[in-house]
């Protein structure tokens, strides 16, 4: 099993900057890839971003892609989301998932992003 807490969401004006964390535990050992996705209100859940865990190979979605910089720290098993030039349109809540024997996912934090 592998449990998964997010923090730093909150509200944040248009062109800010928010840094969200998402600390693993349990069997984070086991871990292989985390990510974050996105659910905003009305609409599905969305990928944002993935890393691998151990060669910290990553992906994004092009809507983030040149704002947002995922990243880990193996060292305290915590994954990172930094997220600059915040749109109106990135309001959603933010889950962090993790891959090992399966796919765990956190409870999400939410993002609201006002204009």
């Known amino acids: 099993q592998v449990q998964l807490v997010e923090s730093g969401g909150g509200l944040v004006q248009a062109g800010g900057s928010l840094r969200l964390s998402c600390l693993a535990s349990g069997r984070a050992f086991s871990i292989y890839t985390m990510g974050w996705f996105r659910q905003a209100p009305g609409k599905e859940r969305e990928f944002v971003a993935r890393?691998?865990?151990?060669?910290?190979?990553?992906d994004y979605a092009d809507s983030v892609k040149g704002r947002f910089t995922i990243s880990r720290d193996n060292a305290v098993n915590t994954m990172y989301l930094r997220m600059n030039s915040l749109k109106p349109e990135d309001t959603a809540v933010y889950y962090c998932?993790?891959?090992?024997?399966?796919?765990?996912w956190g409870k999400g934090t939410l993002v609201t992003v006002s204009s």
């Open positions: 890393i691998s865990w151990n060669a910290g190979s990553t």
């Open positions: 998932t993790a891959r090992s024997d399966m796919d765990y």
